[in-house]
């Protein structure tokens, strides 16, 4: 064989396993450092304190017209939440900036993410609306709850839930031991009034109005909640 020809063989053979080595290392080198931005925007995520200050949450000015009615009292506790879906979600109004919103279920949840000065609160009572023409957008009104250690407390989560013994446990409804009851949910006005509704938008799509000023309610209401919901 031609020495030249050899010599080109030799070559050419050379430069593919050092392509070969190369690549392999590279997409190596390419597969670590992917592994490792992802830890590190998980470490980062982990870093992220998951709350959010009322206090520091804007304040709106725009009116908030409702137009509630009553509804059943059939209360369901489902995924660590008690939920009462609204049967006729068209006669429930609300407006707010211009757009019209019905709504659709309160959920009474344990509070997570909500803070004031710091200080966490117990329960969160959520109204959730959808808007009228996209039921894509979804404006929540959120009500802090706590527990009231010396006044007298609210009756909220008495109107809402009726006995303390009536809230149920997980994937059951609530038992009544007597005629059906109902929620009038124009109840919610009144602790919406002498207080600052803050603006809160988690995503694009979605609008959180939440009450400053948290209700306080019954410590036994509260604590059997948080029970069942555990």
């Known amino acids: 064989m031609d020495k030249n020809i050899y010599y080109l063989l030799l070559i050419l053979l050379v430069i593919y396993f050092a392509y070969k080595f190369y690549s392999k290392e590279n997409i190596k080198e390419n597969l670590e450092n992917t592994i490792k931005q992802d830890l590190k925007d998980i470490d980062d995520e982990n870093k992220i304190p998951n709350q959010v200050e009322i206090t520091k949450l804007t304040i709106i000015k725009e009116p908030i017209l409702l137009k509630y009615l009553t509804n059943t009292n059939h209360v369901t506790n489902s995924d660590k939440t008690l939920i009462n879906k609204i049967t006729h979600p068209v006669r429930y109004k609300l407006k707010f900036n211009n757009v019209r919103y019905n709504l659709h279920e309160m959920r009474i949840l344990k509070s997570e993410r909500l803070v004031s000065f710091g200080e966490k609160f117990d329960l969160e009572i959520h109204l959730i609306h959808r808007d009228e023409r996209n039921n894509n957008n979804i404006l ?40 059906i009851t109902t929620i009038d949910y124009n109840c919610f006005k009144k602790y919406m009034q002498d207080t600052e509704i803050c603006f809160y938008a988690p995503t694009e799509n979605k609008i959180h109005l939440i009450i400053q000023k948290p209700i306080f309610c019954n410590k036994y209401y509260i604590k059997r909640i948080k029970q069942v919901l555990a």
């Not at 609210?154 to 994937?171: A, R, V």
């Open 140 to 179: 929540t009104i959120v009500f802090p709850i706590k527990t009231q250690k010396n006044n007298e407390p609210s009756n909220l989560l008495k109107d809402l839930l009726g006995s303390i013994y009536d809230i149920p446990e997980n994937n059951k409804f609530n038992v009544y031991n007597g005629k």
